[in-house]
């Protein structure tokens, strides 16, 4: 069964010498970054290296730049010759996504919402051929929206996030980061809060999150055991309506064992 990638960790693009360290933070997913995290100047040699890691053999993603810069189409260029995992499109809107999935018809693409134009659009971006999962630029939407994210003052957005993704059949999407990275509780706190809202994984700019956020998304030795219980009395009561801890259960029920399960087995718990 395929693992549903839970973290996601950038790595500037211009640090080549952090790429190694990166792939081997335990991270679901490395990010490349061409965008945020590269200065103005240093936007050629940084693809250069992200190409480099590529072509080597070497998974990642690489988050490139955005559909409104000069660099859009030298990163779409440079992609269709080195097999990224996935691309990251920034500031996404329906109509770069369909650009971006268009000149790498074989590689998904995750729409990173990060601008009121990108929300207000979630529909039809969800609906983009090639879209494979959107991500929450929680930071950038804060700053252009002036909400800020703190408490539950964004989680109508976030909200609305899953419920397209879930209404146009995306994996589960991916949360913003959390800046403070020093402190792993608060790190397994948030990434707790995102998984009760539905996301399916959190952004990392940090190695030392990693860990929080995996294991804020692996099930609980409670939910397991629950879990597994339920599979065995639905088995035995061959598929009708039956009772667990008291409780009844039928088919929604089984439905969300059989997650649990499954989200163990494919981390390797069971």
């Not at 965008?35 to 070497?58: C, I, N, Q, T």
């Not at 976030?158 to 403070?180: F, N």
């Amino acid at each position: 069964m395929r693992r549903l990638e839970r973290s996601y960790l950038f790595v500037p693009g211009d640090r080549p010498e952090r790429f190694a360290k990166a792939a081997a933070s335990g991270a679901h997913q490395v990010v490349i970054d061409l965008e945020d995290a590269v200065g103005l100047a240093d936007k050629a040699s940084a693809r250069e290296s992200a190409r480099a890691w590529l072509v080597a053999g070497h998974a990642a993603a690489v988050r490139i730049n955005g559909a409104d810069t000069g660099w859009f189409e030298d990163d779409l260029q440079m992609l269709q010759e080195a097999s990224p995992a996935a691309v990251m499109l920034p500031k996404a809107d329906a109509d770069a996504a369909a650009r971006a999935a268009a000149a790498l018809p074989d590689c998904p693409v995750i729409a990173l919402v990060e601008t009121v134009t990108g929300y207000m659009e979630l529909r039809q971006l969800a609906a983009v051929t090639g879209v494979a999962r959107i991500a929450f630029g929680s930071v950038d939407f804060g700053t252009e929206t002036g909400i800020e994210d703190n408490g539950d003052a964004l989680t109508a957005v976030r909200t609305q996030i899953v419920l397209e993704s879930c209404y146009a059949g995306l994996e589960p999407p991916i949360d913003g980061v959390s800046t403070a990275f020093n402190d792993p509780g608060l790190m397994q706190r948030d990434a707790l809060r995102s998984r009760q809202l539905g996301f399916g994984g959190k952004l990392c700019i940090h190695p030392k999150q990693v860990a929080a956020v995996n294991d804020a998304y692996l099930p609980s030795a409670a939910q397991l055991d629950w879990a597994q219980r339920v599979l065995a009395a639905m088995a035995a009561s061959h598929g009708a309506a039956t009772a667990v801890d008291g409780k009844m259960v039928d088919k929604p029920v089984l439905e969300q064992a059989q997650r649990i399960v499954a989200d163990a087995e494919a981390a390797g718990q069971i």
